[in-house]
């Protein structure tokens, strides 16, 4: 079990840069997935980013090279920098944690940050 909660959010112009941050209840070290979706009004919940416990990182085709995934694992702490951000990127942005456990998966998910990129 861990509890999630987002922050970082806000209103940006576009190409502006923000950082969002997932601080989890408990020790990160070994929960095998990180992640990052967003979900935009009218929109189905659309993955964006994932790190795992040995460090691989992955990114949607839409944010690559322009978003950016870490993790602080003393913190507890997982992070998306985005930079460049376009109107599209507009939506709630969640942290999830999935964990395995006895051969299942169990997510785990934050309340959201809103993120809005307009001029």
């Known amino acids: 079990q861990v509890q999630l909660v987002e922050s970082g959010g806000g209103l940006v112009q576009p190409g502006g840069s923000l950082r969002l941050s997932c601080a989890a209840s408990?020790?990160?070290?070994?929960?095998?997935?990180m992640a990052w979706y967003r979900q935009a009004p009218g929109n189905q919940r659309e993955w964006v980013a994932a790190?795992?416990?040995?460090?691989?990182?992955d990114y949607a085709d839409s944010v690559k090279g322009r978003f950016t995934i870490s993790r602080d694992n003393a913190k507890n702490m997982v992070y998306l920098q985005m930079n460049s951000l376009k109107p599209e990127d507009t939506a709630v942005y969640y942290c999830?944690?999935?964990?395995?456990?006895?051969?299942?998966?169990?997510?785990?998910w934050g309340q959201g940050t809103q993120v809005t990129v307009s001029s």
């Open positions: 790190i795992t416990s040995g460090g691989s990182i």
């Open positions: 408990r020790n990160i070290f070994s929960i095998n997935n």
């Open positions: 999830k944690a999935a964990i395995s456990t006895a051969g299942s998966w169990d997510n785990y």
